[in-house]
């Protein structure tokens, strides 16, 4: 798997970086784990580095 970036999208009108972090959090303590049967899972380091934690609104994206 090749993460190059994770964002917190917006869900009505919220942004929930927080929730990003958790999940990382939770992989990390299993990261280990998975290698054992697969390698190539990333670092928890490196997908906390890869998410974007600022987050501007994605109005401009709205298509009409």
């Not at 959090?25 to 998410?51: C, D, I, P």
């Amino acid at each position: 798997m090749n993460i190059e970036g994770i964002v917190a999208t917006e869900v009505q009108d919220e942004v929930n970086p927080k929730r990003i972090e958790q999940i990382v959090e939770a992989y990390g303590k299993v990261r280990n784990n998975l290698e054992l049967h697969e390698t190539g899972f990333s670092e928890a380091e490196y997908l906390k580095n890869a998410s974007l934690k600022e987050f501007q609104s994605m109005e401009w994206m709205a298509c009409k």
